[in-house]
Nanobody
Framework: EVQLQASGGGLVQAGGSLRLSCVTSGFNFDDYSIGWFRQAPGKERGGVACISSSVDSIYYADSVRGRFTISSDNAKNTVYLQMNSPKPEDTAVYYC???????????????????WGQGTQVTVSS
């Protein structure tokens, strides 16, 4: 059974830092792309960052590039999202998701990912 467990959310001040973790199980980690998505109230779920062993480059949304860093620990089947200098507009529920079929052109799209974690709330105060 494919499982993803997101954690690490909380309340952080603007300009601070926070690290989210996504622990995965039930699939061959090396064969999957893992994406971080977020959804704020009243907004669609959007891609934040994606990492994959099959796609050369790492994807970042323009709004987080230079502030957030996605990384993976293959030995622990875990993907991280380091959030530096967060802004109030980064406030959202953050989800991690897995897919074995994404390519560069669709990895930022939520429907491309069949497996999802439960989400972790990130609140950035000004």
């Amino acid at each position: 059974e494919v499982q993803l467990q997101a954690s690490g959310g909380g309340l952080v001040q603007a300009g601070g830092s926070l690290r989210l973790s996504c622990v995965t199980s039930g699939f061959n980690f090396d064969d999957y792309s893992i994406g971080w998505f977020r959804q704020a109230p009243g907004k669609e779920r959007g891609g934040v960052a994606c990492i994959s062993s099959s796609v050369d480059s790492i994807y970042y949304a323009d709004s987080v590039r230079g502030r957030f860093t996605i990384s993976s620990d293959n030995a622990k089947n875990t993907v991280y999202l380091q959030m530096n200098s967060p802004k109030p507009e980064d406030t959202a529920v953050y989800y991690c998701a897995a897919s074995s079929t994404v390519i560069s052109s669709n990895r930022r799209n939520a429907p491309s990912y069949p497996y999802w974690g439960q989400g972790t709330q990130v609140t950035v105060s000004s």
